[in-house]
């Protein structure tokens, strides 16, 4: 499994907004954000809020983290037309285009 991280700027004034997604998917939509959850299998998000702005940050793990985006950018299925249109409205970014590669690891920490 690999962790892999990333942030999204929320745009100004959408931050209940999201506050209200992460709501809606944990509670009356989800059950289907297990079923579109394949190839994930543990997903945190953080609120991070900033004098430059606040942002997303999320945190996932996965077998193959590329497809993550990948599956995602493509699928017709509701409930992840649905997830997508929500990003955009809260970020500004349209996840059904590439959106470049994985963010990059500078370093790994642990407590042996």
Same mark, same amino acid.
């Given at each position: ?13 959408? @931050?209940?907004?999201?506050?209200? +997604? ?16 394949? @190839? =994930? ?8 809020? @900033? ?6 940050? =999320? =945190? ?13 950018? =493509?699928?017709?299925?509701? +409930?992840?037309?649905? +997830? ?6 809260? @970020? ?11 963010? $990059?690891?500078?370093? $790994?920490?642990?407590?042996?």
């Amino acid at each position: 499994m690999i962790e892999n991280a990333f942030f999204v700027p929320l745009l100004p004034g959408k @931050t209940e907004a999201a506050r209200a +997604f992460a709501s809606t998917i944990m509670n009356e939509r989800r059950a289907e954000f297990d079923s579109a959850q394949t @190839t =994930v299998t543990k997903e945190n998000w953080y609120l991070q809020e @900033t004098p430059h702005g606040d942002f997303m940050i =999320v =945190v996932y793990t996965s077998p193959d983290p590329e497809k993550v985006h990948a599956a995602l950018a =493509v699928s017709e299925e509701p +409930f992840d037309v649905w +997830f997508r249109d929500q990003i955009l409205d809260l @970020t500004g970014i349209d996840i059904s285009t590439p959106l470049g590669g994985l963010p $990059t690891p500078l370093m $790994t920490w642990s407590r042996s």
